[in-house]
């Protein structure tokens, strides 16, 4: 199976800027998209990010134009600069690996256990 490690969440004040960073077990690139996922607190989990095995980017509206996925295929590891951050922003972040590049989360079968971004106004 591949296991998925994040890190880089914390705490910043709006405005500023995290990256966070998902190693991989194994290289998952080549067979699967790779994408960031966020949760809030009683709200619905959506896909930020995503990356196929094309490379080809996709963003959701909220997020596009301030965040940035990227991988890394000889560290295994894939990353979410995220610039400008906004209070709604604040969420447990994912990283996942996926059969399809679809945004429903039921696409994708592995999942990182998460990491806390906290922007504070």
């Known amino acids: 199976q591949v296991q998925l490690l994040e890190s880089g969440g914390g705490s910043v004040q709006a405005g500023g800027s995290l990256r966070l960073s998902c190693a991989a077990s194994?290289?998952?690139?080549?067979?699967?998209?790779m994408a960031w996922f966020r949760q809030a607190p009683g709200k619905e989990r959506e896909r930020v990010a995503a990356?196929?095995?094309?490379?080809?980017?996709i963003y959701t509206a909220s997020v596009k134009g301030r965040f940035t996925i990227s991988q890394d295929n000889a560290k295994g590891t894939l990353y979410l600069q995220m610039n400008s951050l906004k209070p709604e922003d604040t969420a447990t972040y994912y990283c996942?690996?996926?059969?399809?590049?679809?945004?429903?989360?039921?696409?994708?079968?592995?999942w990182g256990q998460g990491t806390q971004v906290t922007v504070s106004s």
């Open positions: 990356i196929d095995i094309k490379f080809n980017t």
């Open positions: 996942a690996a996926g059969a399809a590049c679809y945004s429903v989360s039921h696409f994708y079968n592995y």
């Open positions: 194994e290289n998952s690139f080549s067979s699967y998209c």
